[in-house]
């Protein structure tokens, strides 16, 4: 191992609640795994606010080492798979969770849970996508194989746009021609937004409020990434046999509906679990992002902080309070 000791942010429990701290670690810290990866960057996600936070059940087994997603190099490896030099990316799998995550200067990780950096991206980029853009390409991607295309100019609504997989849905469906909606509750956010190919923002409060079984026919697809009272409100007036990719719960995970919308105009919720993709469709999805995902727009959702910055930003992502996508530099 080239260095005797390594930075991570650490949550523990203590007096009966969670606490995430800075520590210096020795490398026989880390847990069990084939390859040794020199973390660049990780990311900030919802789900890592929970963890650090300790406001939902994220972690598995204390200490832990949060951050869902990595991207960094690999300097030693038993696996044929990856060489030291190599650069490699990260997300889902349980890491930051059951295993050991990005928040480090060095992660030991399974081979199998690593895919090389894509051509084209840069180690930075690729954590500015992270679990947040490759969640947003998964939705997209289910969302076409339902029949989606972007030749039918009806609207396509993403939910919570603001956010990480909303900023990413909203630039890849714009990049496909799509005619986007954008549905925020943060006036402030509106520029950004149209920046990103947003055609109509639309406020988030009209899709949480209770409306009739069926309403007009609207939305020729959705990216939810809010759940609760929005998924609800947004089913009754989908189009004939068109779908939802639905991939968060920030609003709550109860579902208040009624069974119209799928057996009267055949609508579809897609759920959208990006944790424990096969290894060829993460493949398939990471390229796919290289061709359809911006890089100008990647670039302006893109937030550098250090990692003594993470508990702080972690509360306010879990109100809503953190735009685009926060890019973690773990070396400073």
């Known amino acids: 191992m080239p260095q005797d000791t390594f930075k991570a942010l650490v949550v523990d429990q203590k007096d009966g609640g969670v606490q995430a701290e800075l520590r210096e670690l020795q490398p026989e810290a880390l847990p069990a795994g084939d390859v040794v990866v020199s973390v660049a960057y990780s990311t900030l996600n919802y789900k890592d606010g929970l963890a650090v936070t300790g406001q939902g059940k994220i972690i598995r087994k204390y200490p832990m080492v949060p951050g869902i997603d990595l991207a960094g190099t690999v300097i030693e490896s038993v696996s044929s798979a990856f060489k030291a030099g190599d650069k490699v990316v990260l997300t889902g799998w349980g890491v930051g969770e059951s295993h050991w995550g990005g928040y480090a200067q060095l992660a030991r990780v399974k081979a199998e849970w690593l895919v090389p950096l894509p051509e084209g991206l840069t180690l930075k980029q690729a954590m500015g996508i992270g679990t947040a853009g490759f969640t947003a390409m998964l939705c997209v991607m289910a969302l076409e194989e339902k029949g989606l295309a972007p030749t039918d100019q009806r609207e396509v609504v993403v939910t919570g746009a603001a956010g990480g997989v909303g900023s990413v849905a909203v630039a890849i469906l714009a990049k496909l021609g799509y005619n986007v909606v954008a549905s925020t509750g943060r006036a402030e956010t509106h520029a950004y937004l149209r920046r ?134 773990v070396n400073s």
Request: hydrophobic fraction near 50%.
């Open 196 to 329: 990103l190919g947003a055609k109509q923002i639309l406020d988030r409060e009209v899709l949480a409020k209770p409306g009739k079984p069926l309403e007009s026919e609207r939305w020729a697809g959705a990216v939810d990434t809010v759940g609760g009272d929005t998924l609800a409100a947004l089913l009754p007036a989908m189009v004939q046999n068109t779908s939802v990719a639905a991939c968060g719960n920030a609003a709550g995970f109860a579902l208040n509906t009624t069974v119209f919308p799928f057996i009267l105009r055949g609508v579809s919720i897609l759920g959208i679990n990006s944790v424990l993709v096969p290894q060829p469709r993460r493949l398939a999805a990471w390229s796919q992002l290289t061709r359809d995902l911006p890089l100008d727009a990647l670039d302006s959702m893109i937030q550098v902080v250090s990692l003594a910055d993470v508990p702080g930003l972690s509360r306010e992502i879990l109100k809503g309070q953190v735009r685009g996508r926060v890019v973690v530099d």
